[in-house]
């Protein structure tokens, strides 16, 4: 018992003296380390991000209505697929899947690198057997 609480102690008294240390270095110190260690060259350039007004459209699918939606290979995409009770879409080929309600589609963000055909099924949360839900369809990009 007496051992347990001297080893407890001693942890407290080691994370103090650690805090105690890091709060204890100059302001102007710290401020020089941080620098030092983040000027560097600058990287590779990046992607701007696009405003809300230039993105597409997400993709919408009624749930047993048989229908299929279609998408590029190599780009980005946003799935929503609506049903009508509350339950699960899956898209087994991508390993995907999402709840979705009446009120809430389930949403998929995508990115398919190949072509194909992928099914979507419609499982309800009521244990009932999984339903097609449609399709997506990836084109290539000629």
Request: no cysteine; charged share 25%.
């Amino acid at each position: 018992m007496h051992l347990r609480r001297a080893l407890l102690l001693f942890a407290i008294v080691l994370g103090m003296a650690a805090l105690a240390a890091s709060l204890s270095r100059p302001v102007e110190r710290r401020g020089e380390h941080r620098t030092s260690t983040t000027a560097s060259q600058p990287g590779p350039p990046t992607a701007a991000p696009k405003p809300a007004s230039e993105l597409a459209p997400p993709l919408s699918l009624e749930a047993g209505r048989r229908r299929a939606v279609r998408m590029r290979a190599g780009e980005a995409a946003t799935l929503e697929v609506a049903v009508d009770q509350a339950g699960t879409v899956d898209i087994p080929e991508l390993g995907l899947s999402a709840a979705a309600d009446a009120v809430t589609p389930a949403r998929f963000d995508l990115f398919a690198a190949r072509p194909g055909t992928y099914r979507l099924r419609f499982t309800p949360a009521a244990g009932d057997e999984p339903e097609r839900a449609g399709r997506l369809v990836v084109t290539s990009r000629g």
